[in-house]
């Protein structure tokens, strides 16, 4: 490996770890898991409009499954109560179309990230630029910290501001306000929110620090 080309390939692993990690933790956020601990948090909000425990976790895992899965909206639109009422209204509809071309971009990012990565580790492994490899990661390690902090400090000082803030970059108009006594909103109130955006925070930065303070360099 030509040296003079090192510094730029370690910056280009500097630049793929933010998007790796905070995807990473997306994805593992992305499962059935979540919501089986979420709705068994203390003090999680009852649904005042009939939803037992059991049924949020019926329902919201299916919608998950639609999030990651190949099918299209009829997977949720086909969806019936037990009276034979629709789960999900036209709004909501429009709504999931909408996360789940926003969810598959970002995995379509995650698996570029996660690719890129190991093949330029391996790179570096056999082209004798493993401790430039290391210090991209290191770098990427203290990027990452930088961005989450930022956004985690927007969150806390006020997360409605931030939850709005987060929808107009990633959704049109304002599809996805719903009424209380939606579906959506029953299953995945703004305390499900809150506690996924800090999980995630925790998930990141606990990625971010394990690199940038796991891999300093060797000294003798």
């Not at 409009?49 to 895992?61: A, C, E, P």
């Not at 990651?68 to 639109?77: F, G, W």
């Not at 990452?144 to 987060?166: K, Y």
């Amino acid at each position: 490996m030509n040296e003079r080309f090192t510094p730029i390939l370690s910056w280009i692993v500097a630049l793929l770890v933010p998007f790796f990690l905070i995807l990473t933790g997306l994805r593992l956020l992305l499962t059935p898991v979540f919501p089986e601990i979420e709705y068994r948090m203390p003090a999680f909000p009852a649904d005042e409009y009939g939803f037992t425990m059991q049924d949020r976790l019926h329902w919201s895992k299916i919608a998950v499954q639609y999030l990651v899965n190949s099918a299209d909206i009829t997977y949720l639109s086909a969806l019936r109560f037990s009276d034979g009422t629709p789960v999900y209204n036209e709004r909501e509809l429009r709504h999931m179309i909408d996360v789940k071309r926003v969810v598959k971009g970002a995995l379509n990012v995650w698996y570029t990230a996660s690719g890129l990565l190991i093949l330029l580790g391996l790179w570096a492994w056999r082209g004798k630029w493993w401790p430039a490899y290391r210090r991209g990661l290191r770098r990427g390690g203290w990027i990452t910290l930088g961005i989450m902090g930022a956004i985690l400090l927007f969150a806390l000082i006020s997360f409605w501001n931030f939850f709005v803030f987060f929808h107009k970059i990633f959704f049109q108009g304002d599809t996805w306000l719903f009424l209380f006594s939606d579906t959506l909103i029953r299953l995945f109130p703004l305390r499900f929110w809150q506690d996924v955006f800090l999980l995630e925070g925790v998930l990141v930065l606990g990625g971010a620090l394990g690199l940038a303070l796991g891999l300093k360099p060797k000294t003798n």
